[in-house]
């Protein structure tokens, strides 16, 4: 376990000489609830930060059972042997109701999983999605720093954490199952609107290919309708098949060019100074919420408010009034 008196100037030189043993212990530091450790991380990355942001960043979504994992693992594969160093960050917005992951862990990308250009981590939230935000962006830069130059970030496809991860990537990947027909209406306008690129995934052959391309004629009718984000980029709509590891070069060389288009014209720049603000209110949100929840006393009275409120004593306005005197609101 670190400590206060951790030497942050050895770990910051084995970080940047790419040690992965430093890169873990960094990472703990960083995911750390203990506020020593917390102000440990924050000096580290303040130091390394002039050596982050080269990295290309996508994030990957797609709903259970697409095959985010497999894809994954085909891709971060086909770019190590390219001579890439590859970090994958699987956002967790971790089961609030038990505690424990709902994501499977890194056996699931076996070759990546004992690549040595390569580097897995979960990043679970433990139930809020600014802690999603604060702990994997943190990741992204420790990773970055040790000389990781593709960082993919997957979720889980659930909620709101889709909105999270595009608020951390420059490129955002949404991966579709074939047959559009039904689940082209439950898809949300929101995940449409942010994704760069639709693959619709399991186009392996034959008749699975077949359904896979009139998938995809739909997904890009229904792109029409919406406005790009960028007057640069037009979302395109591909099918790969991540089993057979059919087509993800192609879909590499969209990212790629993406990511010249939008170098060129400032909005990647633009778009990661945005993400900073947005990371600033995260850790502010979280520090408020540690406030609620960092001692005993508090936490007797929010239990004391909450009670309250759940037997009709106090209206919700007057229990949330009550919380906000607890922390000088």
């Known amino acids: 376990m670190a400590s206060p008196s951790l030497d942050l100037d050895a770990l910051r030189e084995r970080l940047l000489a790419g040690e ?7 990472i703990t530091l960083a995911e750390s609830k203990r506020p020593d450790h917390r102000a440990l991380a924050r000096d580290l990355i303040d130091t390394v930060l002039p050596q982050t942001g080269k990295a290309i960043r996508v994030g990957i979504t797609g709903v259970p059972g697409v095959g985010k994992s497999t894809t994954i693992d085909a891709l971060g594969s086909n770019l190590t042997a390219a001579g890439h160093k590859v970090a994958v960050l699987a956002v967790d917005p971790s089961s609030t109701r038990t505690g424990g992951s709902i994501l ?3 056996t699931r990308m076996a070759r990546l999983a004992l690549d040595p ?17 604060a702990k994997t962006r943190e990741t992204m830069l420790l990773c970055e720093a040790a000389g990781f130059d593709v960082i993919l970030v997957e979720t889980v496809g659930v909620g ?13 990947l949404v991966l579709m199952l074939p047959g559009a027909g039904d689940e082209l209406q439950g898809i949300k306008k929101g ?26 004629s739909e997904y ?7 406005t790009p984000a960028s007057a640069t980029w037009t979302p395109p709509v591909v099918t790969i098949s991540g089993y057979h590891n059919l087509r993800l070069d192609a879909l590499w060389e969209k990212v790629v060019d993406h990511r010249r288009r939008l170098t060129a014209t400032g909005e990647i720049a633009q778009r990661r100074r945005e993400q900073d603000v947005k990371w600033m209110w995260a850790l502010v949100h979280e520090r408020l919420h540690q406030r609620l929840v960092g001692t005993a006393e508090v936490r007797a009275k929010t239990a004391e408010a909450e009670a309250a409120v759940a037997g009709g004593a106090h209206s919700p306005a007057a229990g949330a009034a009550l919380i906000a005197e607890l922390i000088g609101l």
């Open 191 to 216: 995940i449409l609107e942010l994704a760069d690129m639709i693959a619709v995934n399991k186009a392996d052959d034959g008749e699975a290919e077949r359904r896979a391309n009139a998938a995809a």
């Open 220 to 226: 890009r009718a229904a792109l029409h309708i919406l």
């Open 104 to 106: 499977g862990d890194k």
């Open 117 to 133: 250009n390569a580097f897995i981590r979960p990043s679970p939230s433990s139930g809020t999605l600014g802690g999603v935000a």
């Open 160 to 172: 709101q954490s889709e909105t999270a991860v595009a608020d951390l990537t420059d490129f955002f």
């Open 20 to 26: 992965r043993a430093a890169l873990a212990r960094a």
